[in-house]
């Protein structure tokens, strides 16, 4: 294993990338993304955060602005937050749990309650059950306890340089733990917001209560109110009878993406996605 880097690089930084494998990320996504997304906006607001692939490839775009960033997961923001604040800090915590890389080693650090650690050691240890776990399939219990099983890694990989670069991109980012309502006590006119919520039949194990119909429903009526205040909005969602009825008065085009977290090969590949804008 190569020797641990715990200081920032003296490179250039590169291009900040997602750092978690996360179900439903829109890399796949991204070229449809970047083409329909406003050219000119105030503030950004990104609803459902997950792996963040769409705000990365924003600031990689030249975005500099103001970012308020959304997720009801308050492990996955708080270790955004330590990435920001301290991303040494969160490199040694991971290259610690790499060098300690064995099944028994991940069963026990599942084990522990993130409540119990401080940020940089919830991030090290979410960046590393994410790799080290079946496939990457980040899923919680009906307690909030993550709960995928082994996966059978024979090592770890510690990307140092692009947890310096994510830091450097997270600089002018506010970091929200909370329901997606919030950013309705946030943004305003000429803002633009993205929303990329769990999708009905979906995975939405992300947190201990899913993300069921009534849901859709209500984030529905949150895009309606950033429509009235003047806020651009683009959602993607799953192509399905629920959805096109819920948004038939928006701008609604189908995309294809393709999905490669799934326990079973055969239900990897194309499935079909819509894209909701008001503008």
Known sequence: MRTPILAPPTETLIQPKPFLKWVGGKRQLMDELGKNRPKQFRKYHEICLGGGAHYFDLRNNGYQGKAFLYDLNGELIRTYQAIKDNPAAVVKELWGHALSHTQGYFLGLRSINPKDLNDAQVAGR????????????????SKG?????????????VNSTNIYAVSN???????VQGDFAEVLSRASGNSFSFIDPPYPSGFSAYTSIGFPDSDQARLHRVCVELNRKNVMFMQTNSDCELIRKLYKDFNIAPVQARRNINCKGEGRGKVGEVLITNY
């Open 126 to 141: 979410m960046l590393y059950l994410n790799q080290a776990c079946f496939n990457g399939l980040y899923r919680v219990n």
């Open 145 to 157: 306890q993550l709960n995928s099983p082994w996966g059978k890694r024979s090592s770890i990989s």
């Open 169 to 175: 991109a997270l600089r002018n980012a506010v970091l």
